[in-house]
């Protein structure tokens, strides 16, 4: 499932071809993805100017300059395609198949943006001019956010015996963070994944909340991780796959300075965990 990463390097290559630009032609080629498309989706995005194309958690969303907002997620194999005359460096891997391109938004230049979801777990939506969206409601702050740091981890994990994976897996806590993001901060912050939340000093809190942002930083710089379905709007994998410490590299030696361990994997609340043994206390 793409996380924050992912869906921002998703956003950052949509915006000179949406934000700003007018939707000339909307189509919708089936009723529902995962929940059912909204009746009246293509009446509302047709003329619709794109006032700002954002990011929240894991989602996308594009304000309409005649009110409300388109919402998108990607699921497990969703894909925002860009096609159009003259767009160099953009291309279409002959395995996304048509058949699976279930929205089409046409700009007024002609660049075409595709929703394709091979699987159809992914989801769009309306949010309608002055409502939320209940998948929106109860969101944390995002981990870029000035508010994320060791005062607040010290606060929401007071007193919980909940492991800190999981804790920072929960979106009501941190948003848009998932299973590997958490895997590569809590080995550069040399925190055990199976640690109490609520165990854990306020120096190794500070030092988590920068991991963690270095590490989102650093997945955004490399266009994200492609394990299997993820790709950047150019149609590019993402490369941060190829700088993981832990995730997935299961009995490889560890990558910390004078270390002498093995990266060991563990199941915990039903996902791989990737950690050292040695360095992660």
Known sequence: MPELPEVETVRRGLLPHLEGRSIARAEARRPDLRWPLPPDLVQVLTGARVKELRRRSKYLLADLDRG?????????????LVEGAGLAGFHRDPAILPRHDHVVLETEDGT?????????????????EGTSHPLLAHLGPEPFDTEFDAAYLAAVFAGRRV???????????????????????????GIDPRRAAGRIGMARLAALSGHIRDVLTDAIAAGGSSLRDHRQATG?????QHSFRVYDREDAACSTDGC????????QSGRSTYFCPVCQK
């Open 236 to 240: 590019e994998l993402g490369y941060f």
């Open 112 to 128: 075409t943006i595709t929703f394709n979801d091979a699987r159809r777990f992914g989801m769009v939506d309306l949010i309608r």
């Open 260 to 267: 002498a361990g093995s990266i060991r994997r563990i199941t």
């Open 163 to 189: 492991p800190v994976k999981q804790a920072l897996l929960d979106q009501k806590i941190v948003a848009g963070l998932g299973n590997i993001y958490v895997s590569e901060s809590l080995h550069r912050a």
């Open 68 to 80: 409300g907002t388109l919402l998108l997620h990607l699921g497990m194999s969703g894909r925002l």
